[in-house]
């Protein structure tokens, strides 16, 4: 089973930039569909963004479009997640997930493994 670890997180004021990492543990990285996901507190885990295995196809959320930019280097086994104009209501937790499938989803139960998080906190 893959182990994935984001790193990235961190505090910034309002209308800064972040880039979140995330790190799989083997090979087989390449053959998985990607995605970011992000809680905050009293809410609900909220899809942001996926990726397909190839990089061929991204998803978006509405409320991140435009403004954040997933992207994969499958010879690093890392899933990027740039993060620019952020907002304070992108605070949140915010986690990676593989999907043992080449095909993005956008449900967190469409995920089969997911990293530990890492806190993003936008100041205002």
């Known amino acids: 089973q893959v182990q994935l670890v984001e790193s990235g997180g961190g505090l910034v004021q309002a209308g800064g930039s972040l880039r979140l990492s995330c790190a799989a543990s083997?090979?087989?990285?390449?053959?998985?569909?990607m995605g970011w996901f992000r809680q905050a507190p009293g809410k609900e885990r909220e899809f942001v963004a996926a990726i397909s295995e190839s990089a061929s196809y991204t998803y978006y959320a509405d409320s991140v479009k435009g403004r954040f930019t997933i992207s994969r280097d499958n010879a690093k086994n890392t899933v990027y997640l740039q993060m620019n104009s952020l907002k304070p209501e992108d605070t949140a937790v915010y986690y990676c997930?593989?999907?043992?499938?080449?095909?993005?989803?956008?449900?967190?139960?469409?995920?089969?493994?997911w990293g530990q998080g890492t806190q993003v906190t936008v100041s205002s």
């Open positions: 083997e090979g087989s990285f390449s053959s998985y569909a």
């Open positions: 997930a593989a999907r043992y499938s080449p095909i993005i989803a956008a449900h967190w139960r469409e995920y089969d493994t």
